[in-house]
């Protein structure tokens, strides 16, 4: 059965700046599942991205996604399951600040001004943390 969480830090302090996750989008009525990297910045969500990607064409017609987190803590299986909208950002200063954050950029993008080069922000409004023993959400 699921609770409210009493700390919603436990559940955020669990990612690291560079987080692998699985981020799920909606294609018609089909969920579409993939891998990306999850940046947290400045207590907010980002994934950098092409601009052709499906994932981008998808968030344009259906903003709601959602990420999952696998994690072992103290030798346990744990989950984190993240949901949301996704926004693309188009704001210059905010692309090349994520940009410059970002060690892996340059295998993918000439600069933070690369016309491929797309930034997502996930603004959560549920977190969802499963151990074996117990099920907490938490609206964000």
Not at 127 to 132: D, G, L, Q, W
Request: net charge positive.
């Amino acid at each position: 059965m699921a609770r409210k969480a009493r700390n919603i830090k436990e559940v955020l302090n669990q990612f690291g700046d560079f987080q692998h996750v699985f981020l799920a989008t909606v294609d018609g009525d089909q969920p579409r599942v993939r891998p990306v990297t999850l940046i947290s910045l400045d207590g907010k969500f980002w994934i950098t991205t092409d601009m052709w990607s499906e994932k981008v064409r998808q968030i344009r017609k259906n903003p709601r996604v959602e990420c999952s987190f696998v994690f072992k803590k103290e030798n346990t299986d744990c989950c984190i399951r993240v949901t949301g909208l996704a926004r693309i950002i188009k704001d210059k200063k905010i692309k090349a600040r994520l940009a410059t954050h970002c060690d892996f950029f340059s295998k993918h993008w000439k600069n933070a001004n690369d016309p491929n080069y797309t930034l997502l922000q996930i603004s959560a409004s549920e977190a969802e943390y499963v151990t074996p023993n117990r099920t907490t959400r938490i609206k964000m």
